[in-house]
């Protein structure tokens, strides 16, 4: 059971916009910075937003996230079939002490 | 560039213990801020933090796991150095390491993860 809560799985057409969700509590994502990955398939993860709603340098701005008390949402804008990934989101939790991840979400661009 | 690899056994027995080196190169483990973590992967399955050492040589471990674990760190060789201890084959899974940043508190770079398998 994770920490970080997301649905196992969207979908959404090509050119169409998904959100995925991440829900946690106080310990965690209301009092932490949360941070967004992608994992395409046999890869490493890698980091799509940090900070919240930071994008690194690189990514495209399709992608966005936000974050309203213990819940943060990842957005993607003008899907494409490159983005068909797993995508997971991670904070620290104050409580834990500990680096929590959400179980993953499987975005499938139908 | 940054770059960070993962080294060590593909195969361990149940009982043994696990040592996994990430070699990294791009930073330093000396500069503030700095931080290199271990995450698995169970096959199929989500991220599982396991353990991190900071620049500073502060370190932190999973609560569930924090027994097995420790981690060290060779900044002249640049390098960290997992162990865990008392495998069984529920610790099947692809281990990874990352550059973790204090500021702006992520895993910025992963290394591109090792098959760890536990069988008899």
């Known amino acids: 059971q994770s920490v970080l809560t997301q649905p196992p799985s969207v979908s959404a057409a090509p050119g169409q916009k998904v959100t995925i969700s991440c829900s946690g509590s106080s310990s965690n994502i209301g009092n932490n910075y949360v941070s967004w990955y992608q994992q395409l398939p046999g890869t490493a993860p890698k980091v799509l937003i940090h900070?919240?709603?930071k994008r690194p340098s690189g990514i495209p701005d399709r992608f966005s996230g936000s974050k309203s008390g213990t819940s943060a949402t990842l957005g993607i804008t003008g899907l494409q079939t490159g983005d068909e990934a797993d995508y997971y989101c991670?904070?620290?939790?104050?409580?834990?002490?500990?680096?929590?991840f959400g179980g993953g979400t499987k975005l499938t661009v139908i | 560039q940054i770059t960070l690899k993962e080294s060590g056994p593909t195969l361990v027995k149940p009982t043994q213990t696990l040592t996994l080196t990430c070699t990294f190169s791009g930073f330093s483990l000396s500069t503030s801020g700095v931080g290199v973590g271990w995450i698995r992967q169970p096959p199929g399955k989500a991220l599982e933090w396991l353990a991190l050492i900071y620049w500073d040589d502060d370190k932190r471990y999973s609560p569930s796991l924090q027994s097995r674990l420790t981690i060290t760190k060779d900044t002249s060789k640049n390098q960290v150095v997992l162990t865990m201890t008392n495998m069984d084959p529920v610790d099947t899974a692809t281990y990874f390491c990352?550059?973790?940043?204090?500021?702006?508190?992520?895993?910025?770079?992963w290394g591109q993860g090792a098959l760890v398998t536990v069988s008899s």
């Open positions: 990352a550059q973790k940043l204090v500021i702006p508190a992520t895993f910025a770079y």
């Open positions: 991670g904070t620290w939790d104050s409580s834990l002490s500990a680096e929590v």
């Open positions: 900070v919240n709603n």
